[in-house]
């Protein structure tokens, strides 16, 4: 079960149960969500018995959402069901749906007045399946609930007594007499009296279940002495028997079922009534003790359990939940399959790039074609973009699947199979330099292996791709798939990037008339719908303006409300139908749904905006709890979604039944995902979320967010930072809100109340937090994150800073130099100068009065300076500063050689290039060759480490001796750099083709200088030819070497003329 949220359905009678309640909700839930958080964990009860208002049950479908409530549950941890059983049994409600002929068995039985008011209020409709009666929605003296009342209790009495009489099947007389209390029972306990089509779902998936579920489950069965009943109350003196037994006696009956598949955690009592409102409640505390007993227990259980569980399971577990979802409602794209199947099949040894525009049914396809592609000999590996919030950049995917192939090879190894561990993977690498030696690593892959990648267009930040072969080994195949969509260009560079590292591109061709038909069929039938063949032909009618699965995926959520008789526009109304519509495109469809949230479905339009706002906003998305937990956080907007009193005891927190009808309805377009080990709701399609931006006051709703998650923080800053979400919820949102709106004014005030919280333990977590996500988003090619974040850190460690010089001064002057890092990268060099000043600046003065402590990072903080103004052409104060620290830099690498090399051949390095720079040649050569000395030792004791320095000394090197009129040493310099990068290369082509390039164009200048221009040239070609195979021909530097080659031949052909 892929979440960390314990969503218990509290299942019972209403008015009878309400001091149970109220202990529940006052007494015992508060203490289980302090003890799941500090466990790492969330707990959601879900009680439907208060907050119903009069229009969400005017659809009929009451019993539908209570039901629904308890499945979702049932696919959380355990426990998930709670029930209370007392001595009344409860309202009963009627069916929503009667087939045809049991209908009309029952119609014959009647007499024509009951007949009259059945057929009232009960239509056939030949799109529900099989075709049946559908009781009609309330509307006009029946929308208020004493008219409706009476109404009700006659179709109960008519239908009772029908069915009594007839001669139906046990199993399809349930539905007349079950109450919606044991209906939940029946779909809430396995199995209470047999299993129901969604357990028997549930159970394929999870066999023991069938065995486990019931120890997992609390019972509390309460007694009255019925001698002592005084009123309705609590033990129902009504007369009326349905099947012979009285209400009283159905409740007997209902309470002895369930203490008999409940053989463990019951707790029953006994009591009397001591007046018409109220019982002797001596056995509440009891009631109390018990239950908190019985979660706390379960929780335990859980976290043992979850210790058990790697991240690299868990990050399967939920690519895998993903996939099965994606493959749910799959029909036609036949061709491309195929294609699919005809790529692993062959010896194509290119990456097969799949593509196609927004809503095409990509991630269904690769989806599909996983669940085809199973091999005994081939191992399959995969990940869908954005299906967690780890697998966001291209590192963070890649991590993983070599992480999940080192799985593998480790298990062959026991089982006494060869196998190589991959290395680690180093965190400290630049995109580029990880992309260079994950291409080495595909390369040198022996196993027989296919990879997919799903999405590519939802990475957060630029890849050109260059870990992806051009060429695969024999036995790896890559399967990636792509946005082509020409209204979301910058999302589709993506694909462009792709078609420079392979050739082998598929099209996903057009949804068809024919897929379109089978797919909405398939997806209303899921619903236990149809459409008649006029209505299906309009839907193709307007399908075709867009002929994308997503257009049906969404058309299907407005077409299983048609019912046979409604008809379109155009199209004569009958007496009982309406005329309905359906847009024509892709963005209308959508925003016509938003729009029947709350016209057609009787939701607040506030509600509405703020959920799909909060989701839209959060970018990683909320879990459930999170989600309800920043709605209750604003009571004067709970008052006007639920103006009426929720709960004598809890009057500022949304009924859960208001937000379970919307979830229900929005289901079909919230995806999940996981992310600190939990389940997390998202808006799954770009265009969805794109709809949800446009609506009205998103930034507002942006705010309210803000402002909501501060007032949980204040509440939660004595828990530890790692035991819940909302620091990170509250730095995701305040660096979204800046990206979207630049308000740079409330971005201060956000930081602001950072630095006045009281907490300093978690104030120092949340900029550590800050300051970690930023770096790594730099890592993983994220510079906008990485700025953003950065930036919220440094303006709240500024503001700490201010406050308290001593406590702060560490983390705010890391700060500044990891922004300063972020922004050199995106060539805001000015800025970076601006941080690094004020770094060294402030650094300077610690290391005037403790050098032990801050010489370090006081020399540390020179170089980097040195570093960005040399980027700007700004030398001379530099010059003096490195120059001083060089002599006291050399000395403490003398001590210690591991901890300073990096240091110190780097500030000679840097050095020498400034005094190139303002024509101190000589003294830039003599610097060159003190730091060779030291480099080339360096270099033997560690090859790897110190390769790179190596070769960008001698490029300078080599630069340097033709400024000072040495080109044959400088020639010779050239030489020894590719000899030093063709075995490389050789062995690792993505990880040293630019270097290579690089130093093959360099030799080629220097034989030029020297007259040797069809050796030149030829080296020149050869550079060419690299750079073609590693990068593609639209590569700036293919083009730069392209124009050298053509003027080389052109120099050639001039000489041969002239000697001619």
Partial sequence: MCNKTFRLFISSTFNDFQRERDRLQTEVFPEIEIYAQEKGYNFQPIDLRWGVNEEAQLDQKTLALCLGEVQTCKTHLHPNFLIMAGDRYGWTPLPYAIEQNEFETLLALIDPKDQEVLLEWYK???????????????????????????????????????????????EDKSKYILSATEAEVLEGIFPYLKHTPFQTSLLKKSPDLGNTDTQHIFGFLRDIDIESRQSDKFINGASEKTEGKSDYEKAQGFKARIKEVLPENVLQVKTTQKDKESLNEAYLDEFEEKIKTFLLGQIDSQKEQDEQSSQLLKEQQAQTYFAQQKRQDFIGQEATLASIREYLGNDDTRPLIIHGPSGSGKSAIMAHAIKET???????????????????????????????????????????????????????????DFSYRIHSEIMRLKENIIIFIDAVDQLAHDDQFIWLPTDLPTNVKVIISALDDKNYKGDSRYFQALTARSSNIQEIPPFTDEDARKLIRKCLQNEGRKLQQHQEDYF????????????VAVAAQNLKHWRSFDVYEGKEKSDEGITRHLPRGQQDLISDFIKNLCEQNHHKE????????????????????????????????????????????????????????????IKPFIGKRRKDGDELLYLFHREFSDAVGKLNGQQNEHEAMITNTQEIILCNQNLEFKKNRWGKIYAALITGHYSFYKKRSLQKMNAEFIANLKSNEWKNSYVSFLLK???????????????NYLESCKLTLSMLYNEDHEKWVSEYTDVLANLAHSYNSVSRTEEAI???????????????????????????AIIYLSLSNYRLNIFTKEVDSLAEILPRLKSLYIENQIKWAKKFTRALGTLALFMKRIDQIKLAAH?????????????????????????????????????????DIALHVDEECVELIEPRYQSS?????????????NQATSLALFGRIDAAREIQEKAYEICLKSYGENDPRCIELANKVKISKKVQKQKREDSL
Avoid at 540 to 551: A, D, G, H, R, V
Avoid at 654 to 662: D, K, N, Q, S, T
Avoid at 774 to 780: A, C, F, K, P
Avoid at 834 to 849: G, H, Q, T, W
């Fill in 606 to 665: 506030e509600l509405v905006n703020k959920v799909l706002g909060y989701l839209h906003a959060s970018r990683d998305g909320l879990s459930e709890s999170e989600l309800l937990n920043l709605i209750d956080a604003d009571p004067t907007f709970v008052n006007v979604v639920a103006p009426a009193p929720p709960h004598p005891k809890n009057t500022t927190k949304l009924p859960i039944v208001i937000w379970a009808r919307l979830h229900t309805q």
């Fill in 834 to 860: 601006s941080l690094e000043e004020e770094r060294l600046k402030i650094i300077k003065k610690l290391y005037e009065s403790d050098s032990d402590t801050w010489e370090e990072k006081y020399i540390e």
């Fill in 540 to 551: 193709i009618e307007q399908f075709n303006y867009s002929s994308t699965p997503l257009f």
């Fill in 374 to 432: 199973t091999s005994d000999n081939r191992k399959i590996l995969y990940r869908f973009i954005g299906a967690t919030p780890n697998t966001s950049s291209s590192k963070e995917i890649l991590t993983s699947l070599f992480a999940e192939l080192k799985s593998i090879r480790n298990e062959n190894e026991k089982n006494g199979k060869p196998g190589t561990l991959l290395d680690e993977i180093k965190k400290e690498e630049s995109f580029e």
């Fill in 124 to 170: 056939k409709d030949l799109n529900q399946l099989p075709a049946s009666y559908i009781i009609k929605e309330r509307s006009g003296n029946f929308v208020d609930h004493e008219e409706w009342d009476k109404v009700e209790e006659k179709l109960r009495r008519i239908l009772q007594t029908a069915v009594d009489i007839a001669e139906l099947p046990e």
């Fill in 773 to 787: 996500k930023g770096s790594t988003y730099e890592i993983l090619n994220k510079s906008r994150d990485s700025i």
């Fill in 927 to 967: 610097l060159e060759r003190e730091c060779y000395e030291e480099l080339s030792k360096l270099y033997q004791l560690n090859k790897d480490q110190w390769i790179d320095d190596l070769i960008n000394l001698k490029m300078n090197m080599a630069e340097t001796h033709h400024l000072i009129g040495q080109p």
């Fill in 989 to 1001: 082509p993505a990880r040293w083709g630019r270097r290579y390039t690089d130093a093959l164009t």
